[in-house]
């Protein structure tokens, strides 16, 4: 994501903008960017071994799209269409949308390796972070190329405009906010990785319009994604427990500097704001809303305890009050987003053959 809503955000981000500095205390979260003195993790290779390597997962031998070479090739692909046939152009849009999403992963893993503590000097480190930041794009990797292949041969979507915007998003790059500070990098993926729920969104919503097939293939990605999340979790909780007010600052700061989504430099060559008029489609349709990221920020308050935290320097203090306070805040704009969304009028998308969605 991975990912893992510009409808949604757009309107928080003027809303965050727009919240009055007694709210957030009077520091400039976003201006913290910086590498902690003292980086707690070095030397934790247990830890690494024990609380993120294991969640990487082995390949699954399940055959979730026809093959190719099987006698029986011709008849499967003639079955994955039939069962496509009904898929609604808005599902396809939000589905195609995820898809490019993973497609993008050189520019994730070219970030990852430019991270402080995760970076991979050679290509083939043997340290656990890098271990790990390699087996974690290798399973990315699989997510996008299995969503590729089984929407290729449905025949509902127009291949070449979507390999068209797959190459400008990675051409374009993205600048995600964090630097080289690994605090706001773990931050950041827990929650990216967290926001996949959108996966799982979209298995339900397979099932829905009769594409069990479809709904399979989303459900395992969605099930990597929480293992993903897991092991990010799990490393972010241990830098509350060893170091509390840089890890504090640093969840503050990923939200307070608008958490730049992976797709945001989506481009079709003609739609300056594809990844606005994607997200619009995702929350109309309820595959990933305002309400998701708000229980995604509650969820992660409890998993970190961040509300229970004791101890913190002034600016840790300042953080946690603005990180606790800003899920009830966020409840106010959920029914003004959602009708916005709805509002949209509907665009043509190169993806589906330029219907409007």
């Known amino acids: 994501m991975k990912g893992t809503f510009i409808a949604i955000l757009f309107i928080l981000f003027a809303y965050l903008e727009s919240v009055p500095q007694s709210q957030c205390g009077h520091l400039d979260f976003g201006k913290r960017i910086s590498f902690p003195s003292a980086y707690p993790f070095q030397g934790k290779s247990a830890f690494a071994n024990d609380n993120f390597l294991r969640h990487l997962m082995p390949l699954d031998k399940a055959n979730f799209v026809p093959d190719s070479a099987s006698d029986g090739f011709v008849e499967q692909v003639k079955e994955l269409r039939e069962r496509a046939k009904e898929i609604p152009d808005d599902y396809l849009v939000a589905i195609v949308g995820n898809m490019i999403t993973e497609e ?24 656990p972070w890098a271990i790990w930041s390699r087996g974690w794009s290798a399973e990315e990797n699989r997510h996008g190329d299995l969503l590729n292949k089984y929407l ?38 827990s ?24 709904a399979q293939i989303c459900g395992t990605i969605a099930s990597n994604e929480k293992h993903h999340e897991t092991a990010y979790s799990r490393i972010v909780g241990k830098l509350f427990e060893l170091d509390p007010t840089e890890a504090m600052v640093a ?16 481009y079709n ?20 809303t305002i309400t998701d990221y708000i229980n995604v920020l509650e969820h992660f308050v409890g998993v970190w305890n961040v509300d229970k935290l004791e101890g913190l320097a ?24 959602l009708a916005r969304a709805k509002q949209t009028p509907a665009i043509p998308f190169s993806w589906v053959f330029n219907k409007e969605v």
């Open 104 to 127: 993008a992963l050189p520019m994730y893993q070219s970030r990852v390796s430019s991270t402080e503590i995760y970076r991979d000097e050679t290509g083939r480190d043997d340290t």
């Open 191 to 214: 929650v990216q990785e967290r926001a996949c729920i959108a996966h799982g969104n979209t298995a339900k919503l397979a099932l829905q319009h009769g594409d069990s097939k479809l």
């Open 269 to 288: 060559g003609r739609d300056e704001h594809l990844f606005d008029h994607v997200l619009n489609v995702l929350m109309r349709i309820g595959v990933y």
């Open 314 to 337: 002034s600016e840790g203090k300042i953080a946690q009050d603005y990180v606790c306070g800003l899920p009830e805040r966020l409840r106010k704009m959920e029914e003004r987003a």
């Open 152 to 189: 290729y041969l449905s025949g509902r979507i127009d291949i070449k405009q979507v390999e068209k915007t797959i190459q400008y998003m990675i051409a374009s790059g993205t600048d995600f906010g964090f630097g080289h500070n690994p605090y706001h990098f773990t931050v950041y993926t």
């Open 251 to 266: 969840f503050a700061d990923m939200l307070k500097i608008r958490m730049i989504m992976p797709g945001d430099s989506m």
